[in-house]
């Protein structure tokens, strides 16, 4: 079955504390991208990796790092939080051109204190 | 660079009404079009696109939507809502491009939409 894992899916956590949130799928799709989602303010692209080792900023890069080691996973990292980072984020990963569909993860959502 | 508005962020109707769901952008290319539906602590579901073809596209649980090109809108519609369609919808937006465009999908801002019975 196409999956696309995240986790945690909650996390409480406190300012400046470094924290990894994991994203893997099952696919072999080059493309992944992290979005964070506030309300009233949709989805916004944090990072995004076209392929291994390749990666590049989206609308909102600061705070977050991520790294692409594998094809299958695409880390989100904040070295260290602060309560503005309090959200849901998504993992998305999406095939090679000409395939259009994106799949969303379950979602983790943070807390920061 | 594209832009998507969600012209109403909560919409009340009641089981069995129909309901139309607004979305309009703005690019200076191309673009594909999404509905996504997010049911109450869940994660996101394709429900329609529009790539090419047909401006009236159909999609699961009864929902379509009608790519207008000369408004750029892109609305949702249902015939006769029920209950379990209770969830925030969202409109999105992929340039039909390349590169560092390829992938990148620019969301709306979400309608809630409660049915109402």
């Known amino acids: 079955e196409a999956q696309v894992t995240q986790n945690p899916r909650y996390l409480i956590t406190v300012t400046g504390k470094k924290l990894t949130v994991t994203c893997s799928q099952n696919?072999?799709?080059?493309?992944m991208s992290w979005y964070r989602q506030d309300p009233g303010l949709g989805l916004r692209q944090i990072y995004y990796?076209?392929?291994?080792?390749?990666?590049d900023k989206g609308d909102v890069p600061e705070g977050y790092k991520v790294s692409r080691k594998e094809k299958r996973n695409f880390p989100l990292i904040l070295e260290s939080p602060s309560p503005n980072q309090t959200s849901l984020y998504f993992c998305?990963?999406?095939?090679?051109?000409?395939?259009?569909?994106?799949?969303f993860g379950p979602g983790t959502r943070l807390t920061v204190t | 660079a594209q832009s998507v508005t969600q012209l109403d962020s909560q919409v009340p109707v009641f089981e069995e009404a129909p309901v139309e769901l607004r979305c309009n952008y703005s690019?200076?290319?191309?673009?594909?079009l999404f509905w996504y539906v997010q049911y109450p602590n869940q994660g996101l579901q394709l429900l329609l696109k529009?790539?090419?073809?047909?401006?009236l596209v159909k999609g699961i649980n009864g929902f379509e939507a009608e790519f207008n090109k000369s408004q750029t809108s892109f609305h949702l519609r249902k015939p006769s809502v029920h209950i379990s369609d209770t969830a925030e919808y969202f409109c999105?937006?992929?340039?039909?491009?390349?590169?560092?465009?390829?992938?990148?999908?620019?969301f709306g801002q979400g309608t809630i939409l409660t049915v109402h019975p």
């Open positions: 998305a990963t999406r095939g090679t051109v000409g395939s259009y569909e994106q799949y």
């Open positions: 696919m072999n799709h080059e493309y």
């Open positions: 990796s076209m392929n291994v080792e390749v990666t």
């Open positions: 690019s200076s290319v191309s673009v594909y």
């Open positions: 529009y790539l090419s073809g047909s401006t």
């Open positions: 999105a937006v992929s340039l039909n491009a390349g590169g560092t465009s390829y992938g990148k999908l620019t």
